[in-house]
């Protein structure tokens, strides 16, 4: 039987963004035919895909206009792209609107993926965008019926919240299908890939520098506080313990990762968003065999109360991210191996691409 199109669309510029990425090749591979929108707002880098995939351009100078601007041309490239043959596939609620309308418009099946709860936000907490993302949400998710989401506890917030039933398909790498070679470090590192953005704990995990000796702090990504952040480790004289390492392309920034000594995720309780949040960089970790240190929150602790792939910080003190970093490179990444090897045949996305594939099948009757 032939299948469907599905035409992907997401208010991203593409380049780095691995969920996106796994979600379209696992599709393409099993047949669907694959386009793939997203705009060229933080710059549109060269790409190469085996799927046809388009960037809007966007002539807006804040973000906040950029979104309206989107939504709009997105609604337009949807309405000349669509067909009863189609299966539309919104990521995140800024840019479900115009595929809402037109799924509606042309009877057509939309799955609607949640990488996060984009309404409780940290960046938007207390803002009018706030109210605007809110009333959106209330209106079309409750609406829905096939919702993905990246966490067990973002599926139980929007069980909660809106009746709904989201499946759960977390955003884990694929697995690494070579041997971890671990690697003699002088001084150790210490990582941190990701956004950098605020309630990341990466300005603790600077000041906890202090604390450590013979390690190196590397910040592997890009974002708004990046600047803020460069100046803490001027102001601190910490300049030989930290390195940013800038944005990396996903491959690139595997390599970095299989050569930490220790990871990081170490998120503070930003807003709902976050704190039922279960980050990429925990799994990408778990996948590289690199123990890591975490914040307390639910999903981080469920993980650790299954595997055990770290340490659990006692507070967001530099003294106790210091005594957490020190107590991995004390016991040695090699004693963690086993319990990560372990994690690493569960938490990986060929378990979870499954489950993306039983609801675009859904979709498809």
């Given amino acids: 039987m032939k299948r469907k199109k599905i035409i992907i669309s997401a208010f991203s510029n593409l380049y780095t963004d691995q969920r996106i990425e796994k979600v379209c090749s696992t599709l393409f591979e099993n047949g669907y035919r694959i386009e793939l929108i997203g705009n060229d707002w933080g710059g549109a880098a060269k790409m190469s895909c085996p799927y046809p995939f388009s960037r809007i351009q966007l002539t807006s100078k804040s973000l906040k206009t950029a979104y309206f601007e989107f939504n709009w041309k997105l609604y337009h490239e949807l309405k000349k792209k669509a067909d009863q043959d189609t299966i539309l596939h919104a990521n995140d609620l800024d840019a479900l609107l115009p595929n809402y309308i037109i799924a509606k418009k042309l009877n057509i099946p939309l799955v609607f993926d949640s990488h996060e709860i984009f309404s409780e936000m940290p960046a938007i907490q207390g803002k009018l965008s706030q109210k605007l993302w809110r009333y959106l949400e209330k209106k079309i998710i409750p609406d829905i019926k096939f919702m993905i989401t990246a966490s067990g506890s973002y599926a139980e917030w929007f069980k909660n919240k809106y009746g709904i039933h989201p499946v759960v398909v977390q955003n884990a790498p ?150 957490a970093v020190n107590l991995i490179l004390n016991r040695g990444r090699e004693s963690y191996q086993e319990e990560l090897n372990k994690a690493s045949e569960v938490l990986c996305w060929e378990k979870e691409e499954l489950k993306l594939l039983d609801i675009f099948q859904k979709a498809s009757q």
């Fill in 174 to 323: 694929r697995k690494i299908n070579f041997i971890i070679e671990i690697p003699e470090n002088n001084p150790k590192i210490f990582l941190y890939q990701g956004v950098i953005n605020p309630f990341r704990g990466i300005d603790k995990a600077i000041l906890a520098m202090h604390h450590l000796e013979n390690v190196i702090f590397k910040i592997a990504g890009d974002g708004p506080r990046k600047k803020e952040y460069e100046e803490l480790v001027s102001q601190e004289n910490l300049q030989n313990k930290v390195e940013f390492l800038g944005k990396l392309k996903p491959e690139d920034l595997r390599k970095i990762t299989v050569t930490a000594d220790v990871g990081m995720s170490i998120e503070e309780n930003g807003g709902d968003s976050y704190l039922y949040s279960l980050p990429n960089k925990v799994l990408d970790c778990i996948q590289a065999k690199v123990p890591l240190i975490m914040s307390g929150l639910p999903e981080m602790r469920k993980i650790k109360n299954q595997f055990d792939v770290g340490e659990i910080i006692k507070n967001h003190q530099p003294e106790s991210i210091a005594e």
